[in-house]
């Protein structure tokens, strides 16, 4: 069914710069940051000169990278929230303002009716009552239409007030979140030289320093276990178990959510999706979601999460072990949940 065209609002147009900015965000987080094409630096005067050296100093720079990257994807999330939030006000805005609309022609027409005569109005009331008691029946009723219709209106002015309230109230919110989104993208770009830094100092290291540098940061690779051995006390968790398993050996790309690179939140919103549960592309934010769990009481498909502030999160598979994206030049693996950093675990489903 066609609907009435509505006018470009100031509101309707800051809502969809608001929608096309976020996409352009979204490209430069999945596109901008991806180190898989950029070129390597040249190694920087005053490099480490021992092995334990450049393995922890890769290792805190992807660390502080991963950090960055986890307020980039809450900031889009919250960037989201806040634009539907104005959208669904502004809806609750214009039906109000229709109600509004339909109801003045209605009291139009009871007041026309009561001074014309037309209809049952209070002179033809007068007029045909049969009886003082008649009459006075009739205007009562009369009134009591007139204080329904007043009734609604005030109803809805109140409604329309309260909605145009949380729509001020939401665009206020989008415009801090679109503030924060910039400031995120800014110390993004700052970080640009830094990043080519990192793949440069990274892909200079031997295998062995490489491996030390993941295992500080990432935590040590560990063998898969065969698929029969993790099981999962529910379907869903069984299929998000499963879906992050199904992703070992996709490469770990910042900002990434699937489906065919992560970073470490966006494999953990990826594998749970696949269950049909819905969770933002955050670690922090994941981390708050469900209930929380001791370490004693971790179940296959229990989110972990790690440090603090929470910067990093896999998915439990039992005997100690979870499936995560764990960082730069390492591809989504199993690993100790263990590993330095562990700050808790919540069970979604």
Same mark, same amino acid.
């Given at each position: 069914?066609?609907?009435?065209?509505?006018?470009?609002?100031?509101?309707?147009?800051? $809502?969809?710069?608001?929608?096309?900015?976020?996409? @352009?965000?979204?490209?430069?987080?999945?596109?901008?940051?991806?180190?898989?094409?950029?070129?390597?630096?040249?190694?920087?005067?005053?490099?480490?000169?021992?092995?334990?050296?450049?393995?922890?100093?890769?290792?805190?720079?992807?660390?502080?990278?991963?950090?960055? $990257?986890?307020?980039? #994807?809450?900031?889009?999330?919250?960037?989201?929230?806040?634009?539907?939030?104005?959208?669904?006000?502004?809806?609750?805005?214009?039906?109000?303002?229709?109600?509004?609309?339909? @109801?003045?022609?209605?009291?139009?027409?009871?007041?026309?009716?009561?001074?014309?005569?037309?209809?049952?109005?209070?002179?033809?009331?007068?007029?045909?009552?049969?009886?003082?008691?008649?009459?006075?029946?009739?205007?009562?009723?009369?009134?009591?239409?007139?204080?329904?219709? #007043?009734?609604?209106?005030?109803?809805?002015?109140?409604?329309?007030?309260?909605?145009?309230?949380?729509?001020?109230?939401?665009?206020?919110?989008?415009?801090?979140?679109?503030?924060?989104?910039?400031?995120?993208?800014?110390?993004?770009?700052?970080?640009?030289?830094?990043?080519?830094? !990192?793949?440069?100092?990274?892909?200079?290291?031997?295998?062995?320093?490489?491996?030390?540098?993941?295992?500080?940061?990432?935590?040590?690779?560990?063998?898969?276990?065969?698929?029969?051995?993790?099981?999962? #006390?529910?379907?869903?968790?069984?299929?998000?178990?499963?879906?992050?398993?199904?992703? @070992?050996?996709?490469?770990?790309?910042?900002?990434?959510?699937?489906?065919?690179?992560?970073?470490?939140?966006?494999?953990?919103?990826?594998?749970?999706?696949?269950?049909?549960?819905?969770?933002?592309?955050?670690?922090?934010?994941?981390?708050?979601?469900?209930?929380?769990?001791?370490?004693?009481?971790?179940?296959?498909?229990?989110?972990?999460?790690?440090?603090?502030?929470?910067?990093?999160?896999?998915?439990?598979?039992?005997?100690?072990?979870?499936?995560?994206?764990?960082?730069?030049?390492?591809?989504?693996?199993?690993?100790?949940?263990?590993?330095?950093? !562990?700050?808790?675990?919540?069970?979604?489903?």
């Amino acid at each position: 069914m066609a609907t009435a065209h509505r006018p470009c609002t100031p509101s309707l147009r800051s $809502t969809r710069h608001w929608r096309k900015r976020s996409l @352009l965000l979204a490209v430069i987080a999945v596109v901008g940051i991806d180190l898989a094409s950029a070129p390597a630096a040249a190694a920087a005067p005053g490099d480490p000169v021992t092995a334990e050296d450049a393995a922890s100093l890769v290792a805190e720079r992807g660390h502080q990278l991963e950090v960055l $990257t986890e307020q980039f #994807n809450e900031a889009r999330e919250n960037l989201e929230s806040q634009q539907a939030a104005a959208a669904a006000a502004e809806d609750e805005v214009a039906a109000a303002e229709a109600e509004l609309v339909v @109801l003045g022609e209605q009291l139009a027409g009871v007041a026309q009716t009561a001074y014309t005569g037309d209809g049952f109005g209070a002179l033809r009331a007068f007029m045909t009552s049969g009886s003082p008691e008649e009459f006075l029946d009739r205007v009562a009723l009369l009134e009591s239409v007139a204080g329904h219709h #007043n009734d609604v209106v005030d109803r809805v002015a109140s409604a329309q007030a309260v909605a145009e309230k949380a729509q001020l109230s939401a665009e206020r919110a989008a415009a801090e979140a679109q503030r924060h989104v910039d400031e995120v993208t800014a110390k993004q770009a700052d970080l640009q030289a830094e990043i080519a830094e !990192y793949q440069a100092r990274y892909t200079a290291l031997t295998a062995a320093q490489q491996e030390e540098a993941d295992a500080a940061h990432g935590g040590r690779t560990l063998a898969a276990p065969p698929p029969s051995e993790v099981v999962a #006390n529910s379907a869903a968790a069984q299929t998000a178990v499963d879906t992050a398993m199904a992703q @070992l050996g996709d490469p770990y790309v910042w900002a990434a959510a699937g489906p065919d690179s992560f970073d470490c939140s966006g494999l953990t919103q990826y594998a749970f999706a696949a269950a049909g549960i819905s969770l933002p592309h955050s670690s922090r934010m994941q981390a708050t979601m469900g209930q929380a769990v001791s370490r004693a009481e971790l179940q296959a498909g229990d989110l972990v999460y790690f440090y603090s502030p929470v910067s990093h999160i896999g998915i439990y598979i039992g005997g100690g072990q979870m499936v995560h994206a764990s960082t730069f030049g390492e591809p989504v693996k199993v690993g100790s949940v263990d590993m330095s950093g !562990y700050a808790g675990a919540r069970r979604i489903v």
